[in-house]
């Protein structure tokens, strides 16, 4: 059965690196995907299943948990899509998960949205982060059918909107209250099967200075100098906080499982002027000994006890964007259950900790769905010049999927 799948994807795969490139030709920045959703629900009906539009709303900013690091974003007129191949009935249900934003182009990223293959490669932005998982959903629905698979279990498709600004499309999934018995998110795994994944929290920080001439030393008060030095005791934390996070065994591996980025400074508009206002945007990653919650309380702390006053006194502290770990035993039985469709796809796969943050604890988290995040290509290549994905990774992705999905929508 396993030859014949793989044979059936390898006969079926141009149609989805067809639909990979026109996909990769939108430009679907976040908050800009309305062009890229629109184009999927035409290729969806096609196949003949059911696709829903779920309708967005602005309400959503008023979720606890909606991140806002993009501002001036609406949601009147924009949707999700809710893709469903029925089934039989009696069956297990299975929520995929795949987002159709994509972040900015890279520096030195040529043509970004010109899709192009070179030795078996398709480079573009969201090649794999993550339009190609996009075409690999859509290779495994096409791959069903030309197999006359008749599921007793749903598959149901959720096609969202803002996922690299903090998973607000899957936010608004999640409130719909939709319960499946397992729920796999589609992002490039490396070849591995992500059952922890790490959280993050994505934080603002503005330092109050005072301003005044270059020449009034003492009169002043540097908010760019004051940023450094909060830098300096993020960095502080951050070593502390790693220190004390090791001990799970998929996470170990990486020498820094949990990284602090800054990503953003923005001060001043003068050289000869100490500036009044600094403001610092980053993100932090953390494992699961901690909560989002814990996380936030504790970056607070951390500026307010430094024991540098300056500091201290004069800083505010928000934060855009929180996610908690999404953890998952590797002995229960989604897990097993893919790994299985991979020894029978012939594919090599093994359980690691993703060490980045996705959308996955919405479902496993918020929802009580046993969620894993498994996908097409590398991550390595994600938000990247040279952001990939090699379509035999697409092949073999499809296999396993297909095959996991036979045997675990029964």
Same mark, same amino acid.
């Given at each position: 059965?396993?030859?014949?799948?793989?044979?059936?994807?390898?006969?079926?795969?141009?149609?989805?690196?067809?639909?990979?490139?026109?996909?990769?030709?939108?430009?679907?920045?976040?908050?800009?995907?309305?062009?890229?959703?629109?184009?999927?629900?035409?290729?969806?009906?096609?196949?003949?299943?059911?696709?829903?539009?779920?309708?967005?709303?602005?309400?959503?900013?008023?979720?606890?948990?909606?991140?806002?690091?993009?501002?001036?974003?609406?949601?009147?007129?924009?949707?999700?899509?809710?893709?469903?191949?029925?089934?039989?009935?009696?069956?297990?249900?299975?929520?995929?998960?795949?987002?159709?934003?994509?972040?900015?182009p890279s520096d030195g990223q040529a043509n970004p949205f010109l899709p192009r293959v070179e030795k078996g490669v398709m480079f573009g932005r969201g090649a794999c982060d993550d339009k190609g998982q996009i075409a690999l959903f859509y290779l495994t629905l096409r791959v069903l059918d030309a197999l006359g698979a008749k599921l007793p279990g749903d598959l149901v498709g959720h096609l969202v909107v803002e996922e690299e600004n903090g998973g607000n499309g899957s936010l608004a999934m999640a409130r719909t209250g939709e319960m499946a018995d /397992?729920?796999?998110? +589609? &992002?490039?795994?490396?070849?591995? @099967?992500?059952?922890?994944?790490? !959280?993050?929290?994505? *934080?603002?920080?503005?330092?109050?200075?005072?301003?005044?001439?270059?020449?009034?030393?003492?009169?002043?008060?540097?908010?760019?100098?004051?940023?450094?030095? /909060?830098?300096?005791? +993020? &960095?502080?934390?951050?070593?502390? @906080?790693?220190?004390?996070?090791? !001990?799970?065994?998929? *996470?170990?591996?990486?020498?820094?499982?949990?990284?602090?980025?800054?990503?953003?400074?923005?001060?001043g508009n003068w050289p000869a002027a100490a500036p009044s206002r600094a403001t610092l945007e980053g993100v932090l990653g953390f494992l699961p000994n901690r909560t989002k919650e814990q996380i936030c309380a504790e970056m607070r702390e951390a500026l307010e006890h430094s024991g540098n006053e300056a500091v201290a006194r004069n800083f505010d502290l928000g934060f855009m964007y929180r996610h908690d770990c999404s953890v998952v035993d590797p002995a229960h039985a989604l897990p097993q259950a893919v790994l299985a469709g991979a020894r029978a796809a012939g594919v090599p796969l093994e359980v690691g900790g993703m060490t980045a943050s996705c959308d996955a604890w919405f479902y496993n988290n918020q929802l009580g769905i046993p969620t894993v995040v498994y996908g097409a290509g590398s991550l390595r290549f994600a938000h990247s010049k040279d952001e990939q994905l090699a379509l035999q990774d697409l092949t073999d992705a499809a296999t396993v999927l297909t095959s996991f999905v036979q045997q675990f929508c029964r």
């Open positions: 059965m396993s030859t014949t799948i793989r044979q059936t994807v390898e006969q079926l795969r141009p149609d989805a690196q067809r639909f990979l490139a026109d996909l990769i030709r939108i430009p679907s920045l976040p908050g800009q995907e309305q062009e890229v959703t629109l184009l999927c629900e035409r290729e969806f009906r096609q196949l003949g299943v059911t696709v829903e539009r779920i309708p967005l709303s602005d309400t959503l900013k008023q979720d606890p948990d909606y991140s806002d690091p993009v501002p001036g974003i609406g949601y009147t007129g924009r949707f999700n899509l809710r893709i469903v191949r029925r089934g039989t009935g009696g069956g297990r249900k299975l929520i995929v998960n795949a987002h159709t934003d994509v972040v900015p /397992a729920c796999v998110v +589609l &992002e490039a795994s490396d070849g591995k @099967l992500y059952t922890s994944i790490r !959280g993050a929290v994505w *934080f603002r920080l503005v330092l109050h200075g005072k301003a005044g001439h270059s020449g009034q030393a003492g009169q002043t008060r540097s908010a760019l100098l004051l940023a450094r030095d /909060a830098i300096a005791i +993020l &960095e502080g934390f951050h070593d502390e @906080l790693l220190a004390a996070s090791w !001990g799970f065994p998929l *996470f170990d591996p990486s020498p820094n499982p949990m990284p602090i980025t800054f990503g953003r400074l923005e001060a």
